[in-house]
Nanobody, 117 residues
Framework: QVQLVESGGGLVQAGGSLRLSCTAS?????MGWYRQAPGKQRELVAT???????NYADAVKGRFTISTSDTKSTVYLQMNSLKPEDTAVYYC??????????????WGRGTQVTVSS
């Protein structure tokens, strides 16, 4: 099974930066970050495949950057120019569709990001 361990997050002023990290155990094909604000549905923030193909939500393009470690077991989300509307719980996601791990979606426990105005 895939297990995810997240770190980072916290409180920052608008315009500031934070970096989230998530380390996965097991064989995975794609990793990403989602977020859920109070009263809203969970939404995609960014994803990255093992071929380094990235995808971003329109709301974060140009401000957030997703990347992976050389071993591809850790995914990072560098968040710059943060806005109050970025406030949410951020969840790490790992997706498996082939390889040694059981196919499916795996989720981290979530880390709070709060941006003050």
């Amino acid at each position: 099974q895939v297990q995810l361990v997240e770190s980072g997050g916290g409180l920052v002023q608008a315009g500031g930066s934070l970096r989230l990290s998530c380390t996965a155990s097991g064989s995975i094909n794609m990793m990403g970050w989602y977020r859920q604000a109070p009263g809203k549905q969970r939404e995609l923030v960014a994803t990255i495949t093992h071929g380094w193909i990235t995808n971003y939500a329109d709301a974060v393009k140009g401000r957030f950057t997703i990347s992976t470690s050389d071993t591809k077991s850790t995914v990072y989300l560098q968040m710059n120019s943060l806005k109050p509307e970025d406030t949410a719980v951020y969840y790490c996601n790992a997706r498996v569709w082939e390889g040694l791990s059981t196919p499916g979606d795996y989720w981290g426990r979530g880390t709070q990001v709060t941006v003050s105005s």
